[in-house]
Structure formats: structure tokens, C-alpha cells
């Protein structure tokens, strides 16, 4: 507490605000300095403590800069300006920003997997979220995010199974790996689950049934490993959590891996950082467990139980078919080719 009360800006905000002699609010700390590692961070705390209602931050900061550019411009331009920025840009932002909002995110922190995902499911708004997320980009309101090219191509990181079996088998039985990456690592390698996928998953997607685990990835529970199930069970009873602010206790369901403040997720740049630092790979170890997925379970099973759209599943299941015919005729050339009795 000394500490915080010496370094952070937090103690210089709320006296600024407790000398208003008003109640503290939204609009209050909206008219304040909007740095986002004080004010940003501090509104945060507030939130997590109660003393704020929750809000949508992402579009309350566009409102905020669409307001002040609009009143800046001449009458008859922002009757023009106003309804383009409205329904063109400013659309396709406030639709991007409200699906971050309801995964927990700040646009500081989404990531590149995390725009992908959503143009996944908005493949129209392609154009015009481009022109917003140059505009963050270049106001660093975002470092970690660009429109790509669109994906035709197939996937080209793998590992090999032995080394996949082999990296499973560290994070179900090696207790130096911090208990989150080790849970973490285990979905990844046994389901191919995407990192902003994972990091969604909340507490109350476990479930017991006698000696059995089941966890909910989409719709249907899915049976753990028993090693695995004792992991998140105890993740549960006692999850790693870096902040003082324990998650209000309103009944909500926690998340299984939380952030700071505890009652968000951790970021999923944060949790692919961490696998990395313990020489777990992320990419690649998705892609071949993707690959040994379709090849033992069809495609609708696949879509179903880990939440990977059908389109995508089939896909998944045409490359790996190829993949073996591939291999399968290679392996027939160097028969054919190799010298008698060889």
C-alpha cells in the first residue's frame, strides 16, 4: 500500500476526484486527463471494486474523439461528415469494439489472433474496419494489430507428433511449469484450441461426475485426462492471481484463467508470452493437434465439441486427407525408385 501511495498515479486521481466534492462517475473521470496507464488503469480499479458500473470503454473513448473532431468542423461539411463517419467507419469500429468488449479486451490489448477471429464471422466488414484499425494503429492506440491479406493459403507451422506427445506430457506432469501454462499448454496440444479461445473459458465449464472431468469447450462436455482434470480443479480451488482484487462475489462465473483486475481474463498475448518463455510452442502446436483431431473424429464431431466453425472444420479435414496422400505417394516413389533388395 505504501508503495502504491508513493509511485502510482492512482492516489494523485482519486484525490483530484474526492476534491469535486461530488460523487465519483464515469462523466468525472471522463473529464480528467485520459492517459491510458493512470486514468485508463484507475477507471479499471474502480470498475473491479464496484464503485464504477461496468461500461463499454472502447466505444465510450470513439464517441468521445467522434464528438470532439465533429464540433471542430464547419456546419455544412459535418452534416456530410457526421452520418458518413456514422455508418461507414464508425459502424464497423463500434461493432469490432462491442465483441472486444464482451471478450474482456481493451484495444491496447487484442492482438492480431484476435482481429483475425473476428473477421472470421465479419468477412464483409473487411473494408471497412481496415480504415479504423490504420487509424488506431497510427495513434498507437494499438501496436499489435493490421489488416492482413486474406488467408487462402494453408496452414505451414507444425511440430511433429513425437514432440507433440512429448510437450503434452511436460504440462501434465511437470510441476516447475506455473499452473496456468501447464493448463493452458494441455488444451492447446489435446484439442487445438485458439489461445482467444481458451482464455474465455470460466469455471463453471467444469464440471465432476464421479472420477470423471468434463469440460464445456462449445456446447457439448467434453471428457478430460485425469491429470488434466486435476490441474483445473485445482486452478479452481486456488487460481494464480496477480492482483490484490479478488473478482466480486455476485454470483457471475470467474474465468478459469484470470487477469488483472481478477475479474477479467488474462490477455491472450500474455498467456501465448508465457508459453514461449517455458519453450512451449503455440502456432504450431495448435496446427498438428488440429491434424491428429481430424483425423480421428469427423469433421461436425470436431466443429461441435471444440467450437471451430464447420466450414473450417471440413477444411481442416481436406488439407490432413491430402497431407496423407501426399506422404502415401512419396513413400510409393522412393519404393519405386530405390534399388532392388534395398
Known amino acids: 500500500m505504501l508503495t502504491w501511495l508513493r509511485s502510482s498515479s492512482g492516489p494523485k486521481i482519486l484525490a483530484e476526484l474526492v476534491s469535486q466534492n461530488t460523487e465519483i462517475t464515469h462523466a468525472s473521470l471522463d473529464a480528467l486527463s485520459q ?9 479499471k480499479l474502480l470498475v ?6 461496468e ?3 472502447n466505444l465510450a473513448r470513439l464517441e468521445s474523439w467522434s464528438a470532439g473532431v465533429l464540433t471542430r468542423l464547419p456546419q455544412h461539411q459535418m452534416k456530410i461528415i457526421g452520418p458518413f463517419a456514422e455508418w461507414q467507419i464508425i459502424r464497423a469500429a463500434i461493432d469490432f469494439l462491442n465483441w472486444l468488449d464482451g471478450k474482456q479486451l481493451d484495444l491496447a490489448a487484442a492482438g492480431q489472433e484476435d482481429l483475425d477471429l473476428w473477421l472470421t ?16 494503429g497510427a495513434r498507437r492506440l494499438t501496436s499489435r494489430m493490421a489488416l492482413t491479406a486474406e488467408r487462402t493459403g494453408l496452414p505451414t507451422q507444425f511440430i511433429t507428433e513425437t514432440a507433440l506427445n512429448e510437450q503434452l506430457k511436460r504440462c501434465l506432469n511437470d510441476d516447475q511449469l506455473p499452473l496456468d501454462v501447464r493448463i493452458a499448454g494441455a488444451l492447446i496440444r489435446l484439442y487445438g484450441l485458439p489461445v482467444v479461445r481458451l482464455v474465455e473459458l470460466t469455471t463453471d465449464r467444469f464440471e465432476r461426475t464421479g472420477d470423471d472431468g468434463y469440460l464445456t469447450i462449445e456446447r457439448n462436455p467434453v471428457l478430460l485426462p485425469p491429470k488434466l482434470a486435476l490441474l483445473i480443479q485445482e486452478q479452481i480451488a486456488r487460481p494464480t492471481v496477480r492482483s490484490m482484487l479478488r473478482p466480486p462475489q455476485d454470483g457471475r462465473p470467474t474465468y478459469l484463467l484470470p487477469g488483472v483486475p481478477a475479474h477479467r481474463p488474462i490477455t491472450a498475448q500474455r498467456i501465448v508470452n508465457k508459453l514461449r518463455q517455458h519453450g512451449l510452442e503455440v502456432i504450431s502446436a495448435r496446427n ?3 491434424l491428429e483431431a481430424v483425423a480421428d473424429l469427423p ?11 464447420a466450414g473450417s472444420a471440413h477444411r481442416w479435414a481436406r488439407f490432413a486427407q491430402d ?3 501426399d506422404y502415401l505417394a512419396a513413400c510409393s516413389n522412393d519404393e519405386a525408385g530405390s534399388p532392388e533388395g534395398s
Open 35 to 43: 492517459d491510458y496507464n493512470s486514468t485508463h488503469h484507475f477507471r
Open 48 to 53: 473491479a471494486t464496484g464503485v464504477l458500473p
Open 55 to 57: 461500461r463499454n470503454e
Open 121 to 136: 464471422t465479419h468477412p464483409t466488414r473487411r473494408r471497412s474496419i481496415g480504415a479504423f484499425i490504420r487509424w488506431a
Open 288 to 290: 498438428t493437434a488440429m
Open 299 to 309: 469433421p461436425i464431431v470436431i466443429s461441435d465439441l471444440f467450437g471451430v466453425s
Open 323 to 325: 497431407s496423407w496422400t
